[in-house]
């Protein structure tokens, strides 16, 4: 941990998160579901890659964008990757499947409604070539105003 000085000197932690570790504890506990689906998931997320973000949020979005992927498909291959643009962190979950019915966008909706109330954004961003990609963007936090 470090700590990080606001102007008004208030001290501010910063905390930093391995994404990839996360990742992989979310592939761990979908495994049963994804055996039952027949659905093999692979983090390609460097083990580097290190966030400040609150991770009870980021794995409610995260592991929520996942189940549903998971309630939706059989027989699929899924890869979690990420960047940084900036001071956004974009996570895609692609998926080489079609992925699109009422019943999915409905999840779908749903979930933005609860990645808004944790800071962040889920979205499908490609349907090309038989593969969804789905991504979920937030800001690397604690940057000061």
């Known amino acids: 941990m470090k700590f990080m000085y606001t102007v008004d000197a208030i001290p501010v932690v910063e905390r930093q998160l391995s994404l990839h570790l996360m ?4 592939i761990m506990g979908t495994m049963p579901r994804a055996s039952q689906q027949q659905c093999f998931i692979i983090n390609e997320i460097q083990p580097g890659f ?3 973000a609150d991770e009870e ?3 409610a979005v995260t592991g929520g964008l996942l ?3 998971l309630e939706h498909c ?3 291959h899924i890869a979690i990757s990420a960047k940084q643009i900036g001071h956004v962190i974009l996570v895609h979950v692609k998926v080489d ?8 966008a409905n999840k779908l909706s749903a979930l933005q409604e609860i990645a808004l109330k944790a800071g962040s954004s889920v979205s499908v961003t490609s349907f ?4 969804t990609t789905l991504a979920i963007g937030f800001m690397n936090h604690n940057i000061t105003n």
Do not use: D, G, P, T
């Not at 990742?23 to 979310?26: D, P, S, Y």
């Open 57 to 59: 949020k980021l794995v």
């Open 67 to 69: 189940h549903a992927v």
């Open 50 to 52: 290190c966030v400040e």
């Open 97 to 104: 499947n079609r992925l699109y019915s009422r019943s999915f």
């Open 128 to 131: 090309r070539n038989n593969i």
């Open 74 to 76: 059989k027989n699929c």
């Open 23 to 26: 990742i992989n504890r979310l």
